[in-house]
């Protein structure tokens, strides 16, 4: 009787294990996993990959928006949509925050996601989801790493415009400081350095640099940190009043290509963000492992994909808690 016996709780066992696998409300209370919507809506990614390659095409800069826009919701209360959400009753929007306005963009590429996976699987994915992957398809689409998004998170219903603009790391703000704000988010310095790396596309504004250009050494200089022809060219179209929205590429080099030319132009004294060059001249650790990215891309890759995926599980919303928004921009009625 006892083989029989066993025979039946491994049976059991295995059945157990299969329901928590492949049912996405089991599953989701315990962990994302990228197979979630295969059963529900199976063309979710395929309608995101299709739509985020037709804005990147149209607008070479909305890869490094979209990335940008997973990053910031993920700062701030999790990885929940919740970037998205206008303001609207008791809703502030995060949208206001200091590092997102004026600066934050592709809500209207996202719309047009939902808008495309609602059709096809009613109130089935999220917002927070359809974020995720297209943080992952605008990296591959620029020549970038690819992984496998682990799935199942839920929308907020609210946002907190406090959180967001204490928690995303600012680009005048002291390593120490960016270094913590990583850190309260589970990331390592690691992740500093390799999420960093998503600075190899996009541009940033005139008024996040300026600093740079004119008032560290306190006589009009630039800072010695910054290579002086390159400061130069940079104080040409970012002047020490006005134009704060001027654009400026991060990688210059190749400002639409996902590379390590990032961490080449760190080390040239190229880094355009103090955020940036702390990297290279606080800290051993980090100088050590932008010295490596710049002369080994797979490693940087490799890393890299790690880094987003641990991102992407910052304390998401899974199960009961949140919803599946009908719209992004506002939650269900």
């Known amino acids: 009787m006892a083989p029989s016996i066993n025979h039946e709780i491994i049976v059991v066992l295995l059945a157990s294990s299969l329901v928590l696998y492949f049912s996405p409300v089991i599953a989701a209370a315990v962990v994302l996993y990228p197979q979630f919507y295969d059963f529900s809506c199976p063309e979710a990614n395929g309608i995101v990959k299709s739509i985020v390659s037709k804005a990147v095409a149209e607008d070479p800069r909305m890869a490094a928006s979209l990335l940008r826009l997973h990053f910031h919701d993920c700062f701030v209360k999790g990885c929940d949509g919740s970037i998205l959400l206008d303001s609207s009753g008791t809703i502030v929007s995060e949208k206001r925050s200091v590092p997102n306005r004026d600066s934050a963009r592709g809500f209207e590429v996202i719309d047009k996601i939902k808008l495309a996976v609602e059709k096809a699987c009613p109130q089935t994915v999220s917002c927070a989801d359809i974020l995720a992957l297209a943080a992952r398809d605008s990296t591959v689409l620029t020549g970038g790493p690819s992984w496998d998004v682990p799935l199942g998170r839920r929308d907020s219903l609210g946002t907190s415009l406090s959180g967001s603009n ?53 006589n009009g ?77 797979d490693d940087f890759f490799k890393q890299f994909a790690k880094s987003m995926i641990k991102m992407g599980n910052i304390t998401p919303l899974t199960g009961n808690h949140g919803e599946i928004r009908k719209i992004c921009r506002r939650i269900n009625i």
């Open 221 to 297: 200089q630039p800072d010695f940190k910054l290579e002086k022809s390159y400061a130069d060219q940079l104080r040409a179209t970012c002047p020490r009043t006005g134009g704060d929205q001027n654009l400026f590429s991060m990688d210059p080099g190749s400002p639409t290509k996902f590379d390590n030319g990032y961490y080449k132009n760190l080390i040239a004294l190229k880094g355009l963000l103090s955020s940036d060059e702390i990297l290279y001249t606080q800290n051993q650790e980090t100088y050590d492992l932008v010295k490596h990215y710049a002369e080994n891309q």
């Open 166 to 218: 204490q928690n995303i790391p600012a680009p005048n703000n002291t390593f120490q400081t960016i270094l913590t704000k990583f850190k309260l988010k589970g990331l390592d310095i690691v992740d500093f350095v390799a999420l960093s790396g998503s600075h190899t596309i996009g541009n940033a504004r005139c008024t996040s640099f300026r600093q740079r250009l004119y008032n560290n050494t306190g």
